[in-house]
């Protein structure tokens, strides 16, 4: 699964990707990220997807959610 985020400057990118790091921190689980001035591309692996599938966890989601709020912002 590829994703990519577009943000209207470098800060917000900063901003979502502070974030992320904390999100990763919080669920131990650490997706591959690319990033220029204004987005972000993040690359969750087959392998990845069931891990956090087999926690329940909501990670894809809620990395969604913050691309959004920083783009409402």
């Not at 800060?11 to 900063?14: H, I, K």
């Not at 956090?52 to 990670?59: A, E, H, V």
């Given at each position: 699964m590829n994703l990519r985020f577009d943000f209207a400057s470098y800060?917000?990118?900063?901003r979502f990707l502070d974030q992320m790091?904390?999100?990763s921190k919080r669920e131990d689980y650490y997706p591959d990220v690319s990033?220029?001035?204004?987005y972000?591309?993040?690359s969750i692996d087959g392998?990845?997807?069931t891990a956090?599938?087999?926690?329940?966890?909501?990670?894809i989601n809620e990395m969604k959610t913050l691309?959004?709020?920083l783009r409402s912002s």
């Open positions: 800060a917000d990118t900063r790091a904390d999100l990033f220029g001035k204004t972000a591309n993040i392998d990845g997807q956090l599938q087999q926690r329940n966890s909501n990670f691309a959004e709020q």
